[in-house]
């Protein structure tokens, strides 16, 4: 997950890198001028995952106020030196998420960007149970009636972000956007036909159903969902009867 990450005491930033790499997070360091010109993209769908992190420092409460104004609705966590309780009263008014004091641990960092995230999206528990399936929000591999099965680092991203938004259509760029952002080395959008291809058999081969999931709404994007609520397909469905053989 690439979570921005303003600390502006250069001596801080490897011990705060390694914390949050060893929980899976990518930070990106930022500067002053991203709170100027680098918010626009945290705007589009896909990017509401990212989390920024502010480091204590004279500008922290007008930085958070520009965040909010732009319309970014992205967890922001405000790490702080020392408690102040009127401190953080006046962070969390001011459009805060949450603050975390120091020692900054990344196991925590990771546990309050899940919460604030899965909010977000309507879910108040660590997971989601979607016909067979058990998703979580913390990290874990998915159950699938009632075995755990492996994914991989992208598998479980692309997954995720799909149990995040269970039962709703997910176009392929808000997935693509979600997992890959503005990494360097970005793929072709095809890889994620490739990873839901991946994640359908792995699921199908799990459930006591058989069933893949996971449905492709031609022309708009993807759906995790349980088996009633797939749409039936078009040379399924019931043919008419002649009004001549009701007679």
């Known amino acids: 997950m690439?979570?921005?990450?303003?600390?502006?005491?250069?001596k801080r930033r490897a011990s705060l890198a390694a914390e949050l790499e060893n929980v899976g997070l990518q930070p990106l360091f930022?500067?002053?001028?991203?709170?100027?010109?680098?918010l626009a993209p945290l705007t589009q769908p896909g990017s509401e995952h990212r989390a920024i992190l502010i480091g204590e420092s004279p500008n922290t409460h007008k930085?958070?106020?520009?965040?909010?104004?732009?319309?970014?609705?992205?967890p922001l966590i405000v790490l702080r030196d020392f408690r102040n309780s009127a401190d953080t009263a006046a962070a969390l008014d001011r459009g805060a998420?949450?603050?975390?004091?120091?020692?900054?641990?990344?196991?925590?960092v990771i546990a309050r960007i899940n919460s604030i995230v899965r909010r977000?999206?309507?879910?108040?528990?660590?997971?989601?149970?979607?016909?067979?399936?058990?998703?979580?929000?913390?990290?874990?591999?998915?159950?699938?009636?009632?075995?755990?099965?492996?994914?991989?680092?992208?598998?479980?991203?692309?997954f995720q972000h799909l149990a995040l938004n269970s039962n709703k259509v997910i176009s392929k760029n808000a997935i693509y956007d979600a997992v890959y952002g503005m990494c360097a080395d970005q793929p072709f959008d095809k890889v994620i036909d490739v990873y839901i291809c991946k994640l359908r058999k792995k699921i199908a081969a799990a459930a006591e159903?058989?069933?893949?999931?996971?449905e492709?709404?031609?022309?708009?994007?993807?759906?995790?969902?349980?088996?009633?609520?797939f749409s039936v397909p078009l040379d399924v469905l019931p043919q008419a009867i002649p009004v001549e053989a009701r007679a």
């Open 209 to 214: 159903s058989g069933s893949q999931y996971i």
């Open 97 to 108: 998420d949450d603050v975390i004091v120091s020692p900054i641990k990344g196991s925590e």
């Open 120 to 158: 977000f999206h309507g879910h108040a528990s660590e997971s989601v149970v979607v016909g067979e399936i058990t998703a979580y929000f913390d990290g874990r591999d998915p159950l699938v009636s009632g075995a755990r099965i492996k994914l991989s680092k992208r598998e479980h991203s692309i």
């Open 216 to 229: 492709t709404i031609h022309g708009r994007g993807y759906k995790l969902s349980t088996p009633e609520e």
């Open 63 to 74: 930085q958070i106020r520009t965040v909010r104004a732009s319309g970014c609705e992205n």
């Open 30 to 38: 930022v500067g002053e001028e991203f709170f100027e010109t680098g």
């Open 2 to 10: 690439r979570t921005y990450v303003f600390e502006p005491r250069e």
